[in-house]
């Protein structure tokens, strides 16, 4: 074969080389893609901006809604319905109204007049030889003069009763004691012993005789009868000392004027008495 004619194959075949190296090189390498979907990623790519934070009410805003009446408050407080160890039982109601207004800087948050709702919640009767009459409460609701009424805790102290019960820290109403009546029921019974006991054998030895059964008599008439029941007549006074917080709404205790307490007598003085029944 003539030299030139190879020559031109070969000239041939290099061009026709090239071309395919051309096209190779413009082919895409990733699969194709349509140009909305391509904007459609690009959109959901994008993120939304955030939501801005909701506005809270500040902190001397919320403070400014409630009033606060600290721990260790005196409400003084006068008793509506009797109570008496004789019958008082856990659960029973116990009825007060408050009798002086309380202020918080200057302005009255619980006027005089509210009412105050608690509960008995141990009632002990006195015992036959030893122990007095004891009732425990508990102070658990505030009703204002507006109908406005909040829950609260409190314990009662310095019992005014006419008589001589006390109260304790924790709330237990104490009843008097009767010493010096049961004093008085033994040495009456051996006065009345001595002069029965003279007059039967008309000798000082008959006197003694009949002092000791007399005193005999007497202690068993204090040993076989219950002592002086704990009394809270009606008008009793009360005051009760908070043992937490109260908070009050302050748009409900918008009051102008101190409050009026129900005029109720307070109760006579009286002297403990022994019972004369054994049960």
Same mark, same amino acid.
């Given at each position: 074969?003539? +030299?030139?004619?190879?020559? /031109?194959?070969?000239?041939?075949?290099?061009? @026709?080389?090239?071309?395919? $190296?051309?096209? !190779?090189?413009?082919?895409?390498?990733?699969?194709?893609?349509?140009?909305?979907?391509?904007? &459609? +990623?690009?959109?959901?790519?994008?993120?939304?901006?955030?939501?801005?934070?909701?506005?809270?009410?500040?902190?001397?805003?919320?403070?400014?809604?409630?009033?606060?009446?600290?721990? %260790?408050?005196?409400?003084?407080?006068?008793? !509506?319905?009797?109570?008496?160890?004789?019958?008082?039982?856990?659960?029973?109601?116990?009825?007060?109204?408050?009798?002086?207004?309380?202020?918080?800087?200057? !302005?009255?948050?619980?006027?005089?007049? &509210?009412?105050?709702?608690?509960?008995?919640?141990?009632?002990?009767?006195?015992? #036959? $030889? *030893? =122990?007095? %009459?004891? $009732?425990?409460?508990?102070?658990?609701?505030?009703?204002?003069?507006?109908?406005?009424?909040? *829950?609260?805790?409190?314990?009662?102290?310095?019992?005014?009763?006419?008589?001589?019960?006390?109260?304790? #820290?924790? =709330?237990?109403?104490?009843?008097?004691?009767?010493?010096? @009546?049961?004093? =008085?029921?033994?040495? *009456?019974?051996?006065?009345?012993?001595?002069?029965?006991?003279?007059?039967?054998?008309?000798?000082?030895? /008959? +006197?003694?005789?009949?002092?000791?059964?007399?005193?005999?008599? %007497?202690?068993?008439?204090?040993?076989?009868?219950?002592?002086?029941?704990?009394?809270?007549?009606? @008008?009793?006074?009360?005051?009760?000392?908070?043992?937490?917080?109260?908070?009050?709404?302050?748009? #409900?205790?918008?009051?102008?004027?101190?409050?009026?307490?129900?005029?109720?007598? /307070?109760?006579?003085?009286?002297?403990? $008495?022994?019972?004369?029944?054994?049960?």
């Amino acid at each position: 074969m003539p +030299a030139q004619r190879i020559r /031109g194959l070969q000239i041939l075949l290099l061009a @026709g080389l090239c071309a395919c $190296v051309s096209l !190779h090189a413009q082919e895409p390498t990733g699969p194709i893609v349509p140009a909305a979907s391509s904007a &459609s +990623a690009a959109s959901a790519q994008v993120t939304p901006p955030s939501k801005p934070p909701e506005t809270q009410a500040p902190s001397s805003t919320l403070a400014a809604a409630s009033i606060v009446v600290p721990t %260790g408050t005196t409400l003084p407080l006068v008793l !509506h319905n009797a109570i008496t160890t004789r019958n008082a039982m856990p659960g029973d109601p116990v009825f007060l109204e408050t009798v002086f207004p309380v202020l918080v800087d200057t !302005h009255v948050v619980i006027p005089a007049g &509210s009412y105050v709702q608690g509960e008995i919640l141990e009632a002990k009767r006195p015992g #036959k $030889v *030893k =122990g007095r %009459g004891e $009732v425990r409460m508990r102070l658990n609701t505030i009703i204002m003069p507006n109908g406005y009424s909040v *829950k609260f805790g409190a314990v009662p102290s310095n019992a005014g009763t006419g008589g001589g019960e006390s109260t304790d #820290k924790e =709330g237990t109403i104490t009843g008097d004691s009767d010493k010096g @009546g049961d004093a =008085g029921t033994v040495i *009456k019974g051996t006065a009345i012993g001595a002069g029965i006991g003279a007059v039967a054998a008309r000798s000082a030895t /008959g +006197a003694g005789i009949g002092a000791g059964v007399g005193a005999a008599v %007497g202690l068993a008439a204090v040993m076989l009868t219950r002592g002086p029941e704990l009394e809270l007549p009606r @008008g009793s006074t009360l005051n009760a000392v908070l043992d937490r917080p109260l908070y009050l709404d302050s748009s #409900k205790v918008n009051f102008t004027e101190p409050g009026r307490a129900s005029e109720l007598p /307070g109760p006579p003085s009286r002297e403990p $008495v022994r019972s004369r029944s054994p049960f």
